[in-house]
């Protein structure tokens, strides 16, 4: 199970840490992603961090300002979002896969768990 937390309202420019934590003993090997959906939009990919923890992809609108990472130890993976802006606004998820090719990180569908979302609200 995946368990996230985080979300809230914050203005834009603002800074939000999201956090997802995992029950289970294999957190390890998995690869760990973040998705979002705003309203009336479809599920978009963020960013992905690899069971390793030494590679990360991230949608380009994010590059620069949000940060992937996680620690195995506390089966915790965490997405640090800075310079917030208006269309950040989204449920976010955090995602589990194991045992996939790296070109598909980017899609949902190869993803095994999901937790139940956090609300991320930016106000301009």
């Known amino acids: 199970q995946l368990q996230a937390s985080g979300g809230g309202l914050v203005q834009a420019g603002d800074s939000l840490r999201l956090s997802c934590a995992a029950s289970g003993r294999t957190f390890s090997s998995y690869d760990m992603a973040w998705f979002r959906q705003a309203p009336g939009k479809e599920r978009d990919f963020v960013v992905a961090?690899?069971?390793?923890?030494?590679?990360?992809y991230y949608q380009d609108s994010v590059k620069g300002r949000f940060t992937i990472s996680r620690d195995n130890a506390k089966k915790t993976v965490y997405l640090q979002m800075n310079s917030l802006k208006s269309e950040d606004t989204a449920v976010y998820y955090c995602?589990?896969?194991?045992?996939?090719?790296?070109?598909?990180?980017?899609?949902?569908?190869?993803?095994?768990?999901w937790g139940q979302g956090t609300l991320v609200t930016v106000s301009s």
């Open positions: 995602a589990a896969r194991i045992g996939k090719i790296l070109s598909t990180v980017r899609y949902a569908y190869t993803y095994n768990y």
């Open positions: 961090i690899r069971s390793s923890g030494d590679t990360t």
